[in-house]
Protein backbone atom coordinates (compact mmCIF):
# COMPACT_ATOMS: atom_id res chain seq x y z
CA UNK A 1 0.00 0.00 0.00
CA UNK A 2 1.52 3.40 -1.02
CA UNK A 3 1.88 6.30 1.67
CA UNK A 4 -1.03 8.30 0.16
CA UNK A 5 -3.41 5.17 -0.26
CA UNK A 6 -2.34 4.71 3.95
CA UNK A 7 -3.08 8.50 4.74
CA UNK A 8 -6.38 8.31 2.84
CA UNK A 9 -7.18 5.01 4.82
CA UNK A 10 -6.53 6.53 8.20
CA UNK A 11 -8.49 9.62 7.29
CA UNK A 12 -12.25 7.17 6.48
CA UNK A 13 -11.23 5.50 9.40
CA UNK A 14 -10.98 8.60 11.86
CA UNK A 15 -14.47 9.94 9.70
CA UNK A 16 -16.25 6.52 10.48
CA UNK A 17 -15.54 5.39 13.56
CA UNK A 18 -14.47 8.85 15.21
CA UNK A 19 -11.92 9.46 18.33
CA UNK A 20 -12.22 5.80 19.23
CA UNK A 21 -10.56 5.05 16.04
CA UNK A 22 -7.39 7.34 17.03
CA UNK A 23 -5.21 3.74 17.62
CA UNK A 24 -6.39 2.30 14.82
CA UNK A 25 -4.98 4.84 12.38
CA UNK A 26 -2.18 5.21 14.29
CA UNK A 27 -1.55 1.52 14.15
CA UNK A 28 -2.25 1.51 10.57
CA UNK A 29 0.39 5.28 10.03
CA UNK A 30 3.34 3.35 11.77
CA UNK A 31 2.79 -0.11 9.89
CA UNK A 32 6.45 -1.01 8.49
CA UNK A 33 7.62 -1.00 5.14
CA UNK A 34 7.66 -4.20 2.54
CA UNK A 35 10.82 -3.24 0.93
CA UNK A 36 10.85 -6.26 -2.15
CA UNK A 37 14.40 -5.08 -2.70
CA UNK A 38 17.64 -2.94 -1.46
CA UNK A 39 19.95 -1.17 -3.85
CA UNK A 40 23.16 0.48 -2.06
CA UNK A 41 25.83 3.00 -3.49
CA UNK A 42 29.31 3.61 -1.31
CA UNK A 43 32.50 2.67 -0.63
CA UNK A 44 34.39 -0.20 1.31
CA UNK A 45 31.98 0.63 3.98
CA UNK A 46 29.43 -1.29 2.43
CA UNK A 47 31.16 -2.91 -0.55
CA UNK A 48 30.09 -6.79 -0.47
CA UNK A 49 32.55 -7.57 -3.39
CA UNK A 50 32.58 -5.38 -5.84
CA UNK A 51 36.18 -4.23 -5.29
CA UNK A 52 37.18 -7.80 -5.05
CA UNK A 53 35.49 -9.03 -8.34
CA UNK A 54 36.87 -5.74 -10.15
CA UNK A 55 40.61 -6.23 -9.13
CA UNK A 56 42.80 -8.75 -6.45
CA UNK A 57 40.32 -10.19 -4.82
CA UNK A 58 40.37 -9.29 -0.82
CA UNK A 59 42.25 -12.24 0.82
CA UNK A 60 41.66 -14.65 4.39
CA UNK A 61 41.30 -13.80 7.14
CA UNK A 62 38.87 -11.01 6.21
CA UNK A 63 35.18 -12.83 6.00
CA UNK A 64 35.93 -15.33 8.63
CA UNK A 65 34.05 -14.89 11.28
CA UNK A 66 30.48 -15.27 9.69
CA UNK A 67 30.99 -16.20 6.30
CA UNK A 68 34.50 -18.80 7.58
CA UNK A 69 36.13 -17.44 4.02
CA UNK A 70 37.00 -14.26 2.00
CA UNK A 71 33.64 -13.00 0.97
CA UNK A 72 34.70 -9.35 -0.96
CA UNK A 73 34.15 -7.74 2.31
CA UNK A 74 36.91 -5.29 3.97
CA UNK A 75 35.81 -6.89 7.46
CA UNK A 76 36.10 -10.23 9.25
CA UNK A 77 32.08 -10.63 8.86
CA UNK A 78 29.21 -8.63 8.05
CA UNK A 79 29.05 -4.83 6.85
CA UNK A 80 26.34 -2.38 8.11
CA UNK A 81 24.71 -3.02 4.49
CA UNK A 82 24.33 -6.37 5.78
CA UNK A 83 22.17 -5.72 9.09
CA UNK A 84 20.41 -3.53 6.92
CA UNK A 85 19.35 -6.60 4.77
CA UNK A 86 18.48 -8.37 7.96
CA UNK A 87 16.55 -6.01 9.45
CA UNK A 88 14.17 -5.82 6.55
CA UNK A 89 13.71 -9.20 5.75
CA UNK A 90 15.95 -9.21 2.33
CA UNK A 91 19.06 -11.57 1.42
CA UNK A 92 22.69 -10.21 1.29
CA UNK A 93 23.25 -8.24 -1.52
CA UNK A 94 25.17 -9.23 -4.95
CA UNK A 95 27.84 -7.02 -5.99
CA UNK A 96 27.07 -5.67 -9.10
CA UNK A 97 30.82 -5.78 -10.72
CA UNK A 98 30.63 -9.96 -9.58
CA UNK A 99 29.86 -11.75 -12.31
CA UNK A 100 29.22 -15.17 -10.62
CA UNK A 101 27.19 -16.46 -8.21
CA UNK A 102 25.02 -13.77 -8.22
CA UNK A 103 20.93 -13.08 -7.39
CA UNK A 104 19.31 -9.86 -7.85
CA UNK A 105 15.99 -10.43 -7.31
CA UNK A 106 16.07 -8.58 -4.10
CA UNK A 107 18.68 -5.51 -5.15
CA UNK A 108 21.94 -5.05 -5.97
CA UNK A 109 25.44 -3.77 -4.45
CA UNK A 110 27.01 -0.81 -7.02
CA UNK A 111 29.40 -0.01 -3.77
CA UNK A 112 32.98 -0.58 -4.22
CA UNK A 113 35.89 -0.11 -1.58
CA UNK A 114 38.09 3.13 -2.16
CA UNK A 115 34.94 5.07 -4.18
CA UNK A 116 34.47 8.90 -3.75
CA UNK A 117 31.71 10.92 -4.67
CA UNK A 118 33.52 13.13 -6.88
CA UNK A 119 35.32 11.42 -9.81
CA UNK A 120 38.99 10.64 -8.90
CA UNK A 121 42.11 12.11 -10.86
CA UNK A 122 44.50 9.40 -9.94
CA UNK A 123 44.22 5.91 -10.39
CA UNK A 124 43.42 3.11 -7.88
CA UNK A 125 47.38 1.53 -7.54
CA UNK A 126 48.32 5.19 -6.19
CA UNK A 127 46.48 5.42 -3.32
CA UNK A 128 43.58 2.96 -3.54
CA UNK A 129 40.99 5.08 -4.73
CA UNK A 130 38.46 2.87 -7.04
CA UNK A 131 37.55 4.37 -10.35
CA UNK A 132 33.87 3.61 -9.60
CA UNK A 133 32.86 6.71 -7.91
CA UNK A 134 29.07 7.87 -7.33
CA UNK A 135 28.29 9.43 -10.37
CA UNK A 136 29.74 6.01 -12.21
CA UNK A 137 27.59 3.70 -9.76
CA UNK A 138 24.52 5.32 -10.84
CA UNK A 139 24.93 5.29 -14.34
CA UNK A 140 25.87 1.61 -13.70
CA UNK A 141 22.47 1.75 -11.72
CA UNK A 142 20.53 2.96 -14.31
CA UNK A 143 22.48 0.35 -17.14
CA UNK A 144 21.04 -2.36 -14.43
CA UNK A 145 17.45 -1.28 -14.29
CA UNK A 146 17.07 -0.74 -18.36
CA UNK A 147 18.78 -4.02 -18.69
CA UNK A 148 17.00 -5.98 -16.52
CA UNK A 149 14.17 -5.17 -17.30
CA UNK A 150 14.52 -6.55 -21.20
CA UNK A 151 15.90 -9.95 -19.65
CA UNK A 152 12.96 -10.10 -17.34
CA UNK A 153 10.54 -9.75 -20.38
CA UNK A 154 12.81 -11.91 -22.42
CA UNK A 155 12.82 -14.14 -19.46
CA UNK A 156 8.70 -14.62 -19.39
CA UNK A 157 8.94 -18.01 -19.68
CA UNK A 158 11.59 -18.87 -17.98
CA UNK A 159 11.07 -18.97 -14.27
CA UNK A 160 14.86 -20.13 -12.95
CA UNK A 161 15.88 -17.21 -14.91
CA UNK A 162 13.55 -14.44 -13.70
CA UNK A 163 13.83 -15.50 -10.37
CA UNK A 164 17.95 -14.18 -9.84
CA UNK A 165 16.47 -10.89 -11.74
CA UNK A 166 14.35 -7.43 -10.04
CA UNK A 167 10.73 -7.42 -11.43
CA UNK A 168 10.77 -3.92 -13.37
CA UNK A 169 8.08 -2.80 -11.06
CA UNK A 170 9.84 -3.17 -7.68
CA UNK A 171 12.20 -0.24 -8.68
CA UNK A 172 9.58 2.15 -7.46
CA UNK A 173 9.44 0.12 -4.00
CA UNK A 174 13.04 -0.15 -2.91
CA UNK A 175 15.21 0.69 -0.55
CA UNK A 176 18.31 3.15 -1.73
CA UNK A 177 20.95 3.47 0.83
CA UNK A 178 24.07 5.41 0.62
CA UNK A 179 27.48 5.38 2.60
CA UNK A 180 30.13 7.13 1.08
CA UNK A 181 31.96 10.49 1.42
CA UNK A 182 34.86 9.45 3.83
CA UNK A 183 37.12 8.88 0.67
CA UNK A 184 37.02 12.06 -0.25
CA UNK A 185 38.04 13.76 2.57
CA UNK A 186 40.49 11.53 3.06
CA UNK A 187 41.53 12.60 -0.61
CA UNK A 188 41.38 16.11 1.00
CA UNK A 189 43.47 15.59 3.48
CA UNK A 190 46.82 14.07 1.49
CA UNK A 191 46.43 17.06 -1.10
CA UNK A 192 44.72 20.43 0.02
CA UNK A 193 44.85 22.62 2.69
CA UNK A 194 42.16 22.97 5.36
CA UNK A 195 40.84 26.03 3.58
CA UNK A 196 40.75 24.51 0.17
CA UNK A 197 38.86 21.42 1.99
CA UNK A 198 36.13 23.64 3.47
CA UNK A 199 35.58 25.29 -0.11
CA UNK A 200 35.25 21.68 -1.74
CA UNK A 201 33.03 20.43 0.80
CA UNK A 202 29.57 21.89 -0.77
CA UNK A 203 30.19 20.31 -4.18
CA UNK A 204 30.82 17.03 -2.50
CA UNK A 205 27.26 16.89 -0.61
CA UNK A 206 26.17 18.62 -4.04
CA UNK A 207 27.42 15.53 -6.02
CA UNK A 208 25.76 13.20 -3.43
CA UNK A 209 22.53 15.01 -3.45
CA UNK A 210 22.60 14.63 -7.54
CA UNK A 211 22.85 11.09 -7.87
CA UNK A 212 19.77 10.91 -5.37
CA UNK A 213 18.22 13.00 -7.59
CA UNK A 214 19.20 11.00 -10.51
CA UNK A 215 17.38 7.96 -8.42
CA UNK A 216 14.27 9.46 -7.67
CA UNK A 217 14.17 10.62 -11.36
CA UNK A 218 13.90 6.81 -12.16
CA UNK A 219 11.54 5.79 -9.82
CA UNK A 220 13.35 5.48 -6.26
CA UNK A 221 11.26 7.27 -3.60
CA UNK A 222 12.72 5.50 -0.14
CA UNK A 223 16.23 6.69 0.51
CA UNK A 224 18.23 6.15 3.66
CA UNK A 225 21.55 8.41 3.62
CA UNK A 226 24.65 6.99 6.19
CA UNK A 227 26.85 10.63 7.10
CA UNK A 228 30.38 9.89 7.73
CA UNK A 229 31.80 8.75 10.39
CA UNK A 230 34.66 10.08 12.88
CA UNK A 231 37.72 9.76 10.12
CA UNK A 232 40.09 10.92 12.33
CA UNK A 233 39.69 7.71 14.81
CA UNK A 234 40.60 5.66 12.23
CA UNK A 235 43.79 3.65 14.02
CA UNK A 236 46.17 3.85 10.84
CA UNK A 237 46.50 7.69 11.62
CA UNK A 238 48.48 6.82 13.93
CA UNK A 239 50.60 3.95 11.87
CA UNK A 240 53.63 6.71 11.30
CA UNK A 241 52.75 9.74 13.57
CA UNK A 242 54.03 7.82 17.46
CA UNK A 243 54.30 10.71 19.25
CA UNK A 244 51.48 13.52 18.33
CA UNK A 245 52.24 17.37 19.27
CA UNK A 246 49.51 18.86 21.48
CA UNK A 247 46.18 19.55 20.67
CA UNK A 248 46.44 17.13 17.80
CA UNK A 249 44.01 15.27 19.63
CA UNK A 250 40.63 15.29 20.78
CA UNK A 251 38.86 13.66 23.86
CA UNK A 252 38.90 10.59 22.49
CA UNK A 253 42.63 10.24 21.26
CA UNK A 254 41.53 10.80 17.72
CA UNK A 255 42.98 13.17 15.36
CA UNK A 256 40.99 16.60 16.19
CA UNK A 257 41.70 18.68 12.72
CA UNK A 258 40.08 15.18 10.85
CA UNK A 259 37.12 14.87 13.18
CA UNK A 260 35.73 18.33 12.81
CA UNK A 261 36.30 18.26 8.98
CA UNK A 262 33.62 14.81 9.07
CA UNK A 263 31.74 17.34 11.49
CA UNK A 264 31.12 19.94 8.91
CA UNK A 265 31.04 17.35 6.21
CA UNK A 266 27.91 16.02 7.76
CA UNK A 267 26.55 19.33 8.71
CA UNK A 268 26.34 20.39 4.82
CA UNK A 269 24.88 17.10 4.26
CA UNK A 270 22.22 17.09 6.70
CA UNK A 271 21.54 20.59 5.48
CA UNK A 272 21.48 19.23 1.52
CA UNK A 273 18.87 16.44 3.08
CA UNK A 274 16.26 19.01 4.05
CA UNK A 275 16.54 20.49 0.74
CA UNK A 276 16.26 17.58 -1.25
CA UNK A 277 12.83 16.59 0.52
CA UNK A 278 11.42 19.75 -0.56
CA UNK A 279 13.15 19.35 -4.22
CA UNK A 280 11.58 15.97 -4.10
CA UNK A 281 8.12 16.03 -3.07
CA UNK A 282 7.34 12.23 -3.28
CA UNK A 283 10.52 11.17 -1.48
CA UNK A 284 11.19 9.32 1.77
CA UNK A 285 14.57 10.56 3.07
CA UNK A 286 16.20 9.66 5.94
CA UNK A 287 19.45 10.98 7.33
CA UNK A 288 21.51 8.58 9.45
CA UNK A 289 24.23 9.54 11.82
CA UNK A 290 26.59 7.43 11.89
CA UNK A 291 28.80 9.24 13.20
CA UNK A 292 26.95 9.81 16.26
CA UNK A 293 26.73 6.21 16.83
CA UNK A 294 30.24 5.48 16.42
CA UNK A 295 31.76 8.32 18.38
CA UNK A 296 29.81 6.91 20.97
CA UNK A 297 31.13 3.38 20.95
CA UNK A 298 34.85 4.77 20.91
CA UNK A 299 34.11 6.78 23.65
CA UNK A 300 31.98 4.34 25.43
CA UNK A 301 34.48 1.16 24.40
CA UNK A 302 34.99 -0.50 27.75
CA UNK A 303 31.59 -0.08 29.15
CA UNK A 304 30.58 -1.71 25.93
CA UNK A 305 32.81 -5.11 25.99
CA UNK A 306 34.98 -3.89 23.38
CA UNK A 307 38.81 -3.10 24.05
CA UNK A 308 41.14 -0.50 23.05
CA UNK A 309 38.80 1.42 19.71
CA UNK A 310 42.68 2.62 18.24
CA UNK A 311 44.02 -0.69 18.42
CA UNK A 312 44.31 -2.90 15.46
CA UNK A 313 42.86 -6.81 15.31
CA UNK A 314 44.21 -7.95 12.13
CA UNK A 315 47.68 -7.22 10.56
CA UNK A 316 51.03 -7.00 12.31
CA UNK A 317 51.63 -3.40 13.51
CA UNK A 318 54.93 -2.90 15.41
CA UNK A 319 56.67 0.16 15.58
CA UNK A 320 56.93 1.35 12.30
CA UNK A 321 56.46 -1.81 10.76
CA UNK A 322 53.25 -2.44 9.38
CA UNK A 323 52.15 -5.62 7.48
CA UNK A 324 48.45 -4.94 6.51
CA UNK A 325 45.78 -7.79 7.11
CA UNK A 326 46.17 -10.79 4.88
CA UNK A 327 49.22 -9.77 3.06
CA UNK A 328 53.09 -11.07 3.89
CA UNK A 329 56.32 -9.45 4.18
CA UNK A 330 60.10 -9.49 5.52
CA UNK A 331 60.26 -7.96 9.30
CA UNK A 332 64.00 -7.86 9.96
CA UNK A 333 64.89 -10.71 7.93
CA UNK A 334 61.29 -12.96 8.68
CA UNK A 335 58.22 -13.69 7.15
CA UNK A 336 55.21 -12.06 8.50
CA UNK A 337 52.01 -12.59 8.33
CA UNK A 338 48.91 -10.00 8.65
CA UNK A 339 46.77 -12.28 10.83
CA UNK A 340 43.88 -11.79 12.97
CA UNK A 341 43.85 -11.22 16.19
CA UNK A 342 42.12 -13.94 18.76
CA UNK A 343 39.29 -12.02 19.96
CA UNK A 344 37.99 -10.30 17.13
CA UNK A 345 34.54 -10.00 18.76
CA UNK A 346 36.09 -7.35 21.15
CA UNK A 347 37.58 -5.03 18.74
CA UNK A 348 36.36 -2.57 17.38
CA UNK A 349 38.71 -1.76 14.71
CA UNK A 350 39.52 -4.91 12.10
CA UNK A 351 42.40 -3.52 9.53
CA UNK A 352 42.71 -0.49 10.90
CA UNK A 353 40.85 1.64 8.40
CA UNK A 354 37.76 -0.75 8.69
CA UNK A 355 35.40 -1.57 11.40
CA UNK A 356 35.17 -5.14 12.89
CA UNK A 357 31.62 -7.22 12.57
CA UNK A 358 31.10 -6.75 16.01
CA UNK A 359 31.79 -2.78 15.68
CA UNK A 360 29.35 -3.09 12.38
CA UNK A 361 26.78 -5.08 14.33
CA UNK A 362 26.47 -2.15 17.14
CA UNK A 363 26.52 0.74 15.10
CA UNK A 364 23.62 -1.16 13.25
CA UNK A 365 21.54 -1.71 16.23
CA UNK A 366 22.18 2.26 17.57
CA UNK A 367 20.85 3.25 14.17
CA UNK A 368 18.47 0.96 12.36
CA UNK A 369 16.15 1.50 15.60
CA UNK A 370 15.38 5.37 13.89
CA UNK A 371 17.00 6.65 17.88
CA UNK A 372 19.81 8.87 15.48
CA UNK A 373 17.97 9.14 12.16
CA UNK A 374 15.86 12.25 10.99
CA UNK A 375 13.13 11.98 10.94
CA UNK A 376 13.27 9.41 13.87
CA UNK A 377 12.07 6.43 12.39
CA UNK A 378 12.85 2.73 12.25
CA UNK A 379 14.72 1.63 8.98
CA UNK A 380 11.67 -0.74 8.61
CA UNK A 381 9.66 2.04 8.07
CA UNK A 382 11.78 4.32 5.91
CA UNK A 383 9.29 4.35 3.07
CA UNK A 384 6.92 7.20 4.98
CA UNK A 385 6.99 10.71 4.20
CA UNK A 386 7.21 13.05 7.71
Not at 182 to 187: A, E, G, R, T
Not at 247 to 272: H, I
Request: net charge neutral; glycine share 8%; proline share 6%.
Amino acid sequence: MGLWRKILVGFLVLCVLGVGGEEEAAAAASASCSFPALYNFGDSNSDTGGISAAFEPIPAPYGEAFFHKPSGRDCDGRLIVDFIAERIGLPYLSAYLNSLGTNYRHGANFATGGSTIRRPNETIYEYGISPFSLDMQVVQFNQFKARSRVLYEQAAKTPSERSKLPNPEEFSKALYTFDIGQNDLSVGFRKLSSEQQLAALPDIVNQLAKAVQNIYQQGGRAFWIHNTGPIGCLPVNFFYNHNPPPGYLDQYGCVKTQNEMAVEFNKQLKDRVIKLRAELPEAAITYVDVYAAKIGMIGNAKTQGFSDPLKVCCGYHVNYDHVWCGTKALVNGSAVFGASCESPSTSISWDGVHYSQAANQWVANHILNGSLTDPPIPITQACQRH
